[in-house]
């Protein structure tokens, strides 16, 4: 075994069907979700009616979701020069889920990108495929070693940081993505447009079953805006991936509980009319400077 496979067995000691199941996962990982996205659309559409199906879907979320960043602490990360491992309870008023809220990034320098399987699987324009990124010199090399077919290429943090900014710039979500079957932890960074993505359509389509089902969890922030500033231009409407945001009656309209909190239309809004502020009443964002070794820093 290579150097890489042997780290994978090692990070999920007795659970050796997590291990195999992750080395499955990337190197069939563009099938993978295929699947995963053929099966949401099948339930949602002629099962969202049947009952058990709610406890089904939270269950699986649990298992796998992502934490939507805002650009300024998705620079945070990819401008990391030290580690960061903070496995904490604590963790999960960041990642409000049960089980895959682990942040830990391991030798953050070393980054890889990669085609994106939700890209491939939903022909998204060619341009914009290459866009995964692996975080950590652990999870960089398993790519390296099991995803060739899928172009991985190793990048600089300055190199991670344009690409995020191209795709930013056409309307995609950066997300951190967690799933327990790979660690339970951060280490994968995607950008995901509403009409490629799996998990937003996911979430999208499962609110068929249950308002209360997500598996994107809010960036921790919201947005305000300056109606002195607002021309009522159409720029915000359109980026923003949920529709949180409408003109009604003369005026923007903000729909605070549907916002991801991405920050993508304050990015468009050419008027400066909107910025972001961290929300209490939201999850708390995954923001390094908020982070130490071992514990999350309370709120003040």
Same mark, same amino acid.
């Given at each position: 075994m290579k150097l890489s496979t042997? #780290?994978? +067995?090692?990070?999920?000691?007795?659970?050796?069907?997590? #291990? !195999?199941?992750? !080395?499955l996962y990337f190197t069939y990982y563009a099938p993978y979700v295929k699947v995963a996205l053929v099966s949401t659309k099948f339930l949602t559409k002629y099962f969202a009616w049947v009952k058990p199906i709610t406890p089904i879907a939270k269950a699986v979320f649990h298992r796998y979701h992502s934490?939507? /960043?805002?650009?300024?602490?998705?620079?945070k990360i990819f401008t990391l020069n030290k580690n960061i491992s903070v496995i904490s309870d604590d963790n999960k008023k960041i990642v409000p889920y049960k089980y895959a809220t682990k942040i830990i990034f391991q030798?953050?320098?070393?980054?890889? &990108?990669? =085609? @994106?399987? @939700?890209?491939?699987?939903?022909?998204?324009?060619?341009?914009?495929? $290459?866009?995964? *990124? #692996?975080?950590?010199?652990?999870?960089?090399? %398993?790519?390296m070693e099991h995803c060739q077919k899928y172009n991985p290429r190793k990048i600089s943090q300055s190199e991670a940081l344009e690409l995020i900014d191209r795709l930013r710039a056409k309307g995609h979500v950066?997300?951190? +993505? %967690?799933? &327990?079957?790979?660690?339970g932890s951060t280490g994968v960074i995607c950008n995901c447009h509403p009409d490629t993505c799996v998990s937003l359509t996911a979430s999208r389509l499962s609110k068929k079953i249950s308002a209360q089902l997500e598996m994107n969890a809010n960036s921790g922030y919201s947005i305000q805006i300056d109606k002195n500033k607002c021309d009522l231009g159409a720029n915000c409407i359109d980026v923003c991936p949920v529709g949180a945001i409408k003109i009604k009656e003369g005026s923007l309209n903000?729909?605070? =509980?549907?916002?991801?909190? @991405?920050?993508? @239309?304050?990015?468009?809004? *050419? $008027?400066? #009319?909107?910025?972001l502020y961290r929300d209490p009443e939201k999850t708390m964002? *995954?923001? !390094? =400077?908020? /982070? =130490?070794?071992n514990a999350v820093v309370p709120e003040v």
């Open positions: 042997v #780290a994978v +067995f090692k990070k999920h000691g007795w659970r050796i069907d997590r #291990a !195999i199941h992750n !080395i934490k939507v /960043l805002s650009k300024e602490d998705t620079k030798e953050p320098e070393h980054i890889v &990108v990669m =085609d @994106c399987p @939700c890209k491939l699987s939903t022909n998204a324009p060619q341009e914009t495929i $290459n866009s995964c *990124l #692996a975080v950590g010199k652990e999870i960089s090399m %398993l790519w950066t997300q951190a +993505f %967690l799933k &327990v079957a790979t660690g903000y729909q605070k =509980d549907k916002c991801l909190g @991405c920050g993508l @239309c304050a990015e468009q809004c *050419l $008027n400066d #009319a909107i910025s964002p *995954l923001d !390094i =400077d908020l /982070l =130490d070794n």
